[in-house]
């Protein structure tokens, strides 16, 4: 790290705070600091990801501690001269959760922060990815010196086992184990391939590690490579993740030019070369078999196991793939010792996991937290509970091949084993938070359109079965729900869980499934009573104007793109439901200090009053003051 | 009833094409139905993919027993004519009285006196040697030539070529023309079919022409549950194309893609490199404008 100044900066640049402008932030930072001759004592380090994309773009000012959210350019000149140069910390842009009247100015007191334990994120929003010096400088490279100077390639294995580590791409096999299968194997050459295919759509912790932390992974990869006897890595990135990708390569080459990647590591006679591949954009790729293919070549198409990977994978070699955020935590378990790794977590689970903590909560972004603790924990202390009051519904985990866990079971740990049992899965690390506004029949046929989509069609029970649960999904949600459709959905969804062949479709019905369990009573209020709860499903609900409430002002006629809203300024203006296509849109331009327009569904919508000639807004409140 | 159908110019034969399950069937309903049936498929028997199922989606029957029956059927029906190894050339006429020129290739063993005991293909000396035809080198169109040409020498040594090398080309002309797929295949030695499954199967590629900026609205589970369906409705009312689609004037592409990660920005679309997180409805006219403005100054710089 260079030399160390009065103050430091660190801004976070991951792919969430790039989109809210943190390269024009810095640009404008560089300039204000320029003219206020700040260049000297304040320094300026572009890190990975925060976590808190919630708060984007952010950043943390070293060595007090202080964290600023939402900035703007406009902000900048005005915080470089209060904070840097007067040293007067600026309030208006600390983090001020919803219901507090004073900010937090410490990134420590946030409670965001608070109860996160950080293990593969170390080095987040501390070091500058895009340097190797850096992350040497916090221990890197460390392991891998460790493990070519003083340890056989049994006892890295070994000590992985002992850790507990388990596979954090979703199934949760142990590393140690699937190392130990591939190095029994007499066939050479081994691969060795770290996944970063991450397609469920919610998460994205293995961007985050990449573009936050990218030498932890090579490190891990080396170390991997060292213990199952491979000297040829793959990082298979999604296309989606042009940041990641562009951080990976330049690792990739200062590890090069650092002697720590490439012919005879740090001295030892142990090579390892590592190359990126990339993704083109089809969900199935995550699955093992499957992402082999694509960097194959062939068809991506996954395959029967066994054999597994670890026995004939890659052109037929042994191979093993793990997960990027498994491969963070090796070297720190190296470094560390697997006893100390083993104390955190529970009896079947160490270590921490990452979840993208996303969805209708307050505080969304990036935490790693010990295994073990409760849904409750993340979503009432960490994510801050729910937007506008709202009530909680249901969390849904594991992405397209998780399902919904309700509030019920909010008491229940965050581990493996605890998951499974409440229907759901721990999955690569998506955790989306619904509120009462989230309709689960909705929800579960996005999830299966997805699957749908992403299908790669080789088994029927999953191309055909999945259209089929869509169908009547489809159904139901637009009113057209018939009875036994419940009982088909069950049957058809454990019957496709046993025909298919790979991951996809094995969990594909889960989503279903899960909600099936948890809220069958808006299953039934949808095909029964026709009507959607959580008013989402278009078919089964009304916009209606409050003629209590309206007052005239045009705002709602002027936005609708149907013309379906017809009044005069003053005049109580009246919906016509038969051109309404119910985009929401009058919902979103009434002001809220008004708020006459709602949603209505089921037996709602025969009470509303209905007008029958135009009337204004002065003349409807004499006629009913009174009544 | 032949005498009506005569009458009209209708003849009491059918052809079917392709022994399949599906195929059989057909062959056996016209065959009961009175209809003289030939069963054409271009396989040395009939039988098709089921024989080499083990059980059947979704009642879990065990294919050998669906189809062993209809084989045994057919085989002694005296309506239905087979003509295996055989291909459809071409087809004159009109529905009900038509003629059918076949391609029947020679088997050179007497159908009728074989037992099918197997001895002559274990001692076939030539049975794995392959008769290959020279085909006609296709040559690129000059404003492909140097890109193509570059990118395959690059990744030509490479283990697993054909991925780096979809996706430069991709990258390139942000689809696949025909003649460059054929030229890729020739050169690689990789086949046509497989080459086109793989360019079609993932949702990054195309095969037809994409507009200039592509127009990608998130489809992610958060920024679902904040609402881009609706966005997408609006942009593709807006730009009057669907998902997938390109607007006349090669402008944008619209498009619905799963996850880009921004889930804290939810919801989020993107217009080339530029990221608009928690978009509103009412914003989606400006940020369409922004951008043909945005191109049209492009465009006037360069000129």
Known sequence: MAEKRRIELMVCTGTGCFAGGAFQIIEELNKELESFGLKDEVSLVATGCNGFCGQGPLMVVLPDNIFYGWLEKKDVHYLVEEHFLKGRPVKRLMFMPPDEKEPFPLLSDIPFFKKQLLVVLRNKGIIDPEKIEDYIARDGYLAIEKVVASMSPKDVREEILKSGLRGRGGAGFLTGKKWEIASQQIKTPKYFIANCDEGDPGAYMDRSVLESDPHSVIEGMCIAGYAIGSNEGFIYVRTEYPLAIKRMRIAIKQAEEYGLLGRNILGSDFDFTIEIREGSGAFVCGEETSLIHSIEGDIPEPRQRPPFPAQTGLWGCPTVINNVETLANVPVIITRGAEWFSKIGTETSKGTKIFSLVGKINNTGLIEVPMGITLKEVVYEIGGGIPKGKKFKAVQTGGPSGGCIPSSMLDSPIDYESLQKAGSMMGSGGMIVMDEDTCVVDVSKFFIQFTNEESCGKCTSCRDGSEALLEVLTRISAGEGREGDIDFLTELGESIKDASMCGLGQTLPNPVLSTLRYFKDEYEAHIKEKKCPALVCRNLIQYYIDPNKCVGCLLCIKSCPTEAITGESKFIHIINQENCHKCGQCLEVCPPKISAIIKVTGSDMENLVQLSEIISCKEWKKNHEYS | ?303
């Open chain 2, 1 to 303: 009833m032949f005498d009506d159908n005569k009458s009209n110019g209708k003849i009491g034969s059918a052809l079917v094409v392709g022994g399949g399950i599906g195929g059989m069937q057909a062959a056996l309903d016209l065959a009961e139905s009175g209809i003289k049936v030939y069963l054409v498929d271009n396989k040395p028997s009939i039988g098709g993919v089921m024989a080499q199922l083990d059980k059947t989606f979704p009642t879990n029957d065990c294919a050998m027993c669906t189809m062993a029956p209809r084989l045994v059927e057919i085989g002694r029906h005296k309506d239905i004519e087979k003509i295996t190894l055989s291909e459809v050339e071409s087809i004159t006429g009109q529905p009900g009285n038509f003629s059918v020129r076949l391609n029947k290739k020679p088997r050179y063993v007497d159908e009728k006196k074989c037992t099918g005991c197997g001895a002559c293909v274990s001692n076939c000396p030539t049975r794995n040697s392959v008769q290959i035809v020279e085909k006609e080198k296709i040559k690129l169109q000059p404003k492909y030539a140097e890109t193509v040409t570059e990118i395959l020498k690059k990744h030509q040594d490479r283990k697993g070529p054909l991925m780096p090398i979809l996706q430069e080309v991709n990258a390139a002309y942000n689809y696949f023309p025909e003649n460059v797929l054929r030229y890729i295949s020739q050169e690689t030695k990789y086949s046509l079919s497989h080459i086109t499954r793989i360019a079609t199967f993932y949702s990054s590629f195309s095969l037809k022409p994409i507009g200039k900026h592509t127009i990608n609205v998130c489809m992610g589970t958060a920024c679902y549950v904040r609402g881009s369906g609706i966005l997408l409705e609006q942009f593709s009312e807006k730009l009057n194309v669907k998902a997938g689609e390109t607007t006349e004037d090669m402008l944008f592409t619209l498009k619905a893609v799963r996850c880009i990660g921004c889930c804290g920005l939810a919801p989020v679309a993107t217009i080339g490199d530029d990221v608009y997180g928690k978009l509103q409805t009412k914003k989606i006219p400006e940020i369409i404008e922004k951008s043909k403005i945005k191109e049209l100054q492009y465009a006037q710089a360069n000129n």
